[in-house]
């Protein structure tokens, strides 16, 4: 597949910005939802789109109403951008999207790009934070005043990795904020420390509140379905004994 199956769409009257933070469909939904968030808490205005064939090909819709399953918005005060990407991305065509999402940046005239993300790994409580991998040039901008933590050592994949290779010798400095993601989806708790990832580094006022609210309903959701089902056994293995 080559990038020219991939059509970067924008409209005429896109205002420049400094940044380009992206999310996509993935394990947990942290990054998505955290740009989706940002996008309908600042008003933001939808200025393009990504159209990307082949399989899985799906168009989202709500309240009867369609809309491009990857989208770009735009905040021109706060001069950032951010590209919502509701289409899980197959591996094989991880480079090409990347190459797409770059072009957008250039378009856009965005100086860096910042990927948000989740990562399944396991992690203790002092891991619930959000960690970089950044090149030289993003980490001199943006991270070298903050007490944000770099990854250990490891490996990027998929379109993080593209992104991020494309960064190290090309013109848009890139940088990738990730956290432990737990599997219950979306894990808004992890969002929120992308979130404030993004804050930090690029002084833009996010308020997490009603995104607070929500991630603590999920979780009380999930205590109780966990204590739901372990009272369940419970009742099993006492009715089990009764047969002994």
């Known amino acids: 597949m080559s990038s020219d199956d991939i059509s970067v769409v924008l409209s005429d009257d896109r205002p420049p910005v400094d940044t380009l933070a992206v999310g996509v469909s993935e394990y947990g939904l942290a990054g998505l939802t955290a740009v989706d968030y940002l996008a309908d808490q600042h008003s933001m205005r939808e200025v393009g789109h990504l159209r990307t064939p082949g399989p899985p090909f799906i168009t989202p819709f709500e309240n009867g109403s369609p809309r491009h399953h990857t989208r770009l918005y735009v905040d021109e005060a706060a001069s950032f951008a951010v590209l919502v990407g509701e289409r899980f991305v197959p591996p094989a065509q991880a480079k090409s999207l990347a190459e797409a999402i770059t072009t957008a940046g250039e378009k856009l005239d965005a100086s860096n790009i910042t990927m948000l993300t989740g990562v399944p790994i396991a992690h203790g409580p002092d891991d619930h934070a959000p960690f970089y991998i950044a090149t030289p040039a993003y980490r001199e901008a943006y991270l070298d005043d903050t007490d944000i ?72 959701h999930y205590q109780a379905l966990a204590e739901r089902m372990e009272a369940a056994d419970s009742d099993r293995m006492s009715d089990d004994r009764m047969y002994m």
Do not use: C, W, Y
């Open 149 to 220: 933590r770099p990854m250990g050592s490891g490996f990027l994949d998929g379109l993080s990795a593209e992104l991020v290779t494309m960064g190290i010798d090309g013109s848009l400095s890139t940088g990738v904020f990730t956290t432990p993601t737990h599997p219950q989806a979306p894990d808004a708790a992890a969002a929120i420390r992308l979130l404030t990832a993004l804050k930090e580094t690029h002084a833009i006022q996010i308020d997490t509140g009603p995104l607070e609210a929500f991630a603590a309903n999920i979780e009380a």
